[in-house]
C-alpha cells in the first residue's frame, strides 16, 4: 500500500522560497499520478499541483501558477513541490495525495494521503 510521508514544510517570510517532498514508506509512487493539496484554516481543502504517473503531464491552481513548480524523480521515489514567491495566503497545511486525477487536480475515491506539513508564510 502506497504511505505518502511529506517533509520540507516551514516558517519564511513573503517572497521566499520552500520547497517540499514527498516519498512513501509502503509501496512507491512510480506510475501513479500524485498531486500536492492545501488546507487553511477554515478552508476547503484545494489542489494546488499534480502530475501525471507516466506522462509527466502537470496541472496547477490559479492561484501558484508561475510561481510553483511540481516534479518527480520515480527513480529516487521522490515528488517535489518548488515553491517561489510565496504569499500569506500560500500558509496551510500541505498534503502529498497519490492516485489523484491529474488533469483536474483533485481527489475521488480511493485516494493515499500523507500526514502534511505545515508552511506558514508571514507577512
Known amino acids: 500500500q502506497v504511505q505518502p510521508v511529506e517533509s520540507g514544510g516551514g516558517l519564511v517570510q513573503a517572497g521566499g522560497s520552500l520547497t517540499l517532498s514527498c516519498t512513501t514508506s509502503?509501496?512507491?509512487?512510480?506510475?501513479?499520478?500524485v498531486g500536492w493539496f492545501r488546507q487553511a484554516p477554515g478552508k476547503e481543502r484545494e489542489g494546488v499541483a499534480c502530475?501525471?504517473?507516466?506522462?509527466?503531464?502537470?496541472g496547477y491552481a490559479p492561484s501558484v501558477k508561475d510561481r510553483f513548480t511540481i516534479s518527480r524523480d520515480n527513480a529516487k521515489n521522490m515528488v517535489y513541490l518548488q515553491m517561489n514567491n510565496l504569499k500569506p495566503e500560500d500558509t496551510a497545511m500541505y498534503y502529498c495525495?497519490?492516485?489523484?486525477?491529474?488533469?483536474?487536480?483533485?481527489?475521488?475515491?480511493?485516494?493515499?494521503w500523507g500526514q502534511g506539513t505545515q508552511v506558514t508564510v508571514s507577512s
Open positions: 509502503g509501496a512507491t509512487l512510480d506510475g501513479y499520478a
Open positions: 495525495a497519490a492516485d489523484i486525477i491529474w488533469r483536474r487536480c483533485v481527489a475521488y475515491g480511493t485516494v493515499y
Open positions: 502530475i501525471s504517473g507516466s506522462t509527466d503531464g502537470v
